[in-house]
């Protein structure tokens, strides 16, 4: 909008040297033009208020920068504006400022001489040069006449703006005028203010007018062309017709075909198998027949995408040097030999069988004890990609075997997702946690593993998705578990499972040299000379510290050292630390973890056994106390039916067999027997008590304690007999760390010590027993 005749104080205000600026965005203020503007920033605001205490001058630049950026004056805004007279100026209740102002004159920046609270600049004045030829006399009429054209084709502009127009005798105002008004971008207009020759300024004007009218002419002529064809219910086709039009006017494609094009050629690079390849063009004929705005058009691309993209044939090169798989699993991991011996083994038969299917490894044990880095390890052993799939309380089928497509949103499962972003089609794969999926009515996971994890079936894995078979034969499938109870038999016989036990004292002492102490002082910002752990330290953080079978735990203390000795650098208190077995406590704390074994045997009654729990092996206590009472027999601390059943066998044992144990025939008519098992909040079963329980009446009954250091379990019969238990390995290791240095067990279990460490053999002595007499003989005396 113009306004050529101005307010008298502006016409007669000449120029100030220095303008406060008002940045303006996406707008361009034109001399003689009229521009309303809302003003939110709180320096903006102050700038208005002390431009109208004043003489209502302000200077408008144009920002290159969004609304909500910050601005650099000396980066972001233009360096030719128009200086402008605030109209009219209005508060509203939020602190914004409405404002109506009108261009005065162009002006050059010179400097800008500050910021705050707002923008100041030293500007010159551009004067408007009136000097007229005739070129400039026709360029004039030209735009006049294309500007009332203009004005006619748009049904948004009033017609008296074309009389406006008329009435404008400066070439220079005319060229503000029409340029503020047509349909041109920002940077246009900026351009065309900059220009201070007239006859270039109407010059590009004419360019700008020509442009938009032949837009407009188009529009025109586009709108002629389908509004024959056109009813009150084809609105929709109407505009497809438009779009089809100004396509053919500009010459380009249309963009369903060039992705159909785009397509067809995925389909012939990804060098898919039959049954795929025909799937993929029975989908891409579909798509070929549907309007890229339906709903349908998404879900068949999204396929298309899905199918195209997964790594049918793509395969690493498995690394086939034996030695060079060794040291790159004995540097990652101190122990573990039967994994690493397994993994080298496969690594052996495919250097000699090529085409060899790829194993399904469980690695089962305690927490901490490196299973899921021991995948990773075997993967940067074998050469080859690794993905990891946590499947703890995994409860929808869907999640393994994918949605069908008929449900929105639908996806792969979490197989074929994992190959897609493995980008290989034999990476290592690894499920964690295996022992921890769930079921409901969404369906059971676990069987839809039971496909994917037999070699025999995973060959042509078919997802719900991709309703192709898909090739999981070269995969190499690695789960793990804490417990295998939890796992169904059937797939659990389809895994080879490898026990990892717990670590022993020297094991522990060498990992956490090796690997913990390294990873703890780099992940706290210590130097190796800041930072020293004594051998003793370490061993006191493991044995009084830390009761478990993995690693996690003493990991932990090491880091909470290494937070102390971080903290007293830090305020330099100490350049560097020693942390011995003296100043230990200073950093964790009191010792937490006492062995009490010694001191809980000094009184009849009392015997240690051996418990497993999915942590490692744990000491048990089983204490027995007699009271007059009449052939009572009470069993306390959250005992299942299978150890009472125990408990039972043992008293009828002893009852049957009074006289050969010395103990008095009559001590059960006058006498009540307890039997408690702490932790009583821990709750606790199975028949593995059974010698503990019976050792422990035998050691009441007769008034003799057991022997130090000694610790036992097994199953017992009514008739004396020493059956075999399990988790005999974890039981034995749990006692070494706690101390104990004799051990008996049942004859049976004497097999499953052959992998237990060489150090463990040497300083824990082992008895192997049938009969529960020669039990009761070791541990009491003759």
Request: a neutral charge; one cysteine or more.
């Amino acid at each position: 909008m113009s306004d050529p005749k101005l307010p008298e104080e502006a016409e007669t205000e000449k120029l100030p040297k220095a303008l406060p600026i008002l940045p303006l965005f996406d707008a361009v203020l034109f001399p003689k033009m009229v521009l309303p503007l809302v003003v939110m920033e709180g320096d903006s605001v102050k700038l208005v208020d002390e431009a109208m205490s004043k003489n209502r001058i302000i200077g408008l630049l144009t920002s290159a920068k969004r609304k909500d950026a910050r601005t650099d004056p000396e980066k972001d805004l233009a360096r030719i504006g128009t200086s402008a007279l605030i109209l009219k100026m209005a508060k509203t209740e939020d602190d914004k400022a409405q404002l109506l102002v009108q261009g005065l004159n162009r002006f050059r920046v010179k400097t800008f001489v500050k910021e705050t609270p707002y923008l100041m600049a030293e500007v010159d004045p551009i004067e408007e040069n009136e000097a007229q030829d005739k070129e400039i006399q026709a360029l004039h009429a030209n735009i006049i006449s294309q500007f009332i054209r203009i004005v006619d084709l748009s049904p948004g502009l009033p017609k008296e703006i074309g009389a406006m127009a008329k009435s404008i005798e400066q070439p220079g105002i005319l060229a503000d005028m029409v340029t503020s008004t047509i349909n041109s971008t920002q940077e246009e207009k900026q351009q065309v203010l900059e220009i201070e020759d007239v006859k270039k300024r109407l010059k590009l004007v004419t360019r700008l007018v020509n442009q938009q009218l032949e837009i407009l002419e188009l529009g025109n002529k586009i709108q002629s062309q389908v509004k024959g064809d056109m009813d009150k219910n084809q609105r929709d086709y109407y505009l497809r017709q438009q779009l089809k039009t100004i396509r053919e006017e500009l010459g380009e494609k249309d963009e369903s075909k060039v992705e159909i094009d785009e397509y067809r050629e995925k389909i012939a690079a990804a060098n898919l198998p039959e049954e795929a390849r025909k799937e993929a063009e029975r989908e891409l004929d579909r798509l070929s027949r549907m309007h890229p705005s339906s709903a349908e058009y998404t879900v068949a691309s999204t396929y298309l995408d899905w199918i195209t993209s997964l790594p049918w044939n793509q395969s690493t090169e498995d690394n086939l040097d034996i030695k060079k798989a060794r040291s790159v699993l004995d540097e990652d991991h101190f122990g573990l030999e039967k994994p690493k011996k397994r993994v080298l083994e496969f690594l052996a038969v495919r250097k000699l069988k090529p085409d060899s299917k790829g194993p399904i490894l469980c690695l089962a044990g305690p927490p901490g004890t490196g299973k899921t880095s021991l995948g990773r390890s075997i993967a940067k052993a074998l050469g080859r990609k690794f993905h990891r799939i946590s499947l703890g309380g995994v409860r929808d089928e869907a999640e393994i075997r994918g949605h069908r497509r008929t449900y929105v949103g639908a996806l792969p499962g979490r197989i074929i997702q994992g190959i897609r972003r493995a980008e290989s089609n034999n990476p290592i794969f690894m499920l964690d946690e295996i022992d921890k999926v769930g079921s409901d009515f969404r369906g059971d996971p676990s069987s839809a593993l039971l496909e994917v994890l037999d070699p025999e079936q995973n060959f042509s894995f078919s997802d719900h998705y991709l309703d192709v078979p898909f090739d999981l034969s070269k995969v190499m499938f690695i789960t793990t578990a804490n417990v295998l109870d939890t796992i169904p038999p059937a797939l659990r016989d389809r895994m080879e499972v490898l026990q990892l036990s717990g670590y022993t004292l020297d094991e522990k002492l060498m990992i956490a040299n090796r690997y913990l102490i390294p990873r703890q002082r780099s992940a706290h910002g210590l130097k190796a000379n800041q930072i020293k752990l004594s051998q003793g330290a370490v061993k006191q953080i493991i044995a009084g510290y830390t009761r478990e079978a993995g690693l996690r735990n003493l990991e932990r203390e090491i880091a909470n050292v290494c937070r102390g000795v971080a903290a007293a650098v830090a305020e330099g208190e100490a350049k560097s630390v020693s942390v011995t077995t003296k100043n230990l406590a200073t950093f964790l704390g009191p010792i937490r973890i006492v062995h009490e074994a010694k001191e809980r045997i000094k009184t009849p009654g009392v015997v240690t056994g051996m418990a497993w729990t999915p942590t490692g092996g744990e000491l048990l206590f089983v204490e027995a106390t007699a009271m007059k009472g009449a052939k009572g027999l009470t069993m306390t601390g959250q005992l299942g039916d299978v150890m009472k059943e125990s408990a039972s066998t043992a008293l009828s044992f002893i009852r049957t067999n009074a006289k050969s144990l010395g103990i008095d025939e009559d001590f059960f008519e006058k006498n009540d027997i307890h039997i408690h098992v702490p932790a009583g909040a821990i709750p606790k079963d199975g028949p593995s008590a059974g010698v503990t329980m019976m050792t422990a009446l035998v050691s009441l009954l007769t008034n003799r304690t057991i022997k130090k250091d000694l610790a036992m379990t097994g199953e017992i019969t009514l008739r004396g007999q020493v059956l075999p238990v399990g988790g005999v390995k974890e039981k034995v290791l749990g006692a070494h760390r706690a101390g104990i240095r004799t051990i008996i067990l049942p004859k049976w279990n004497e097999r499953d010590l052959e992998d237990l460490p060489a150090k463990v053999k040497e300083e824990v002595e082992f008895h192997f027993e049938e009969k529960m007499i020669n039990v009761l003989k070791l541990a009491l005396g003759s």
